[in-house]
């Protein structure tokens, strides 16, 4: 099994910046692929980016160049840096871990972009 614990969003303007960190209860390199989904009301939960064990990233369109996954080996932790923030940004950001085969999935962060 693996445990994550997210934390770090909140209330922000367009324009400015959070950062989203996303704590794993076991090895990233046991883990097949860290991801960042989110959710707006009324919408499926999609794909923010993900980055498999081996380093390999994928950004959804709509944030590449201002989003940025990273990953710190030591703490078991995945960061994802959010720059130049729309309203359209606004959701609740999930970790996930993909592991033996079986999805797992943080508590949820709210992150909203308004003036």
């Known amino acids: 099994q693996v445990q994550l614990v997210e934390s770090g969003g909140g209330l922000v303007q367009p324009g400015g910046s959070l950062r989203l960190s996303c704590a794993a209860s076991?090895?990233?390199?046991?883990?097949?692929?860290m991801g960042w989904y989110r959710q707006a009301p009324e919408k499926e939960r999609e794909l923010v980016v993900d980055i498999t064990n081996g380093g390999s990233v994928n950004y959804r369109d709509s944030v590449k160049g201002r989003f940025t996954i990273s990953r710190d080996i030591d703490t078991n932790t995945v960061y994802l840096q959010m720059n130049s923030l729309k309203p359209e940004d606004t959701a609740v950001y999930y970790c996930?871990?993909?592991?033996?085969?079986?999805?797992?999935w943080g508590q949820g962060t709210q992150v909203t972009v308004s003036s």
């Open positions: 076991r090895s990233l390199f046991s883990i097949d692929r």
């Open positions: 996930s871990a993909k592991f033996s085969g079986y999805d797992y």
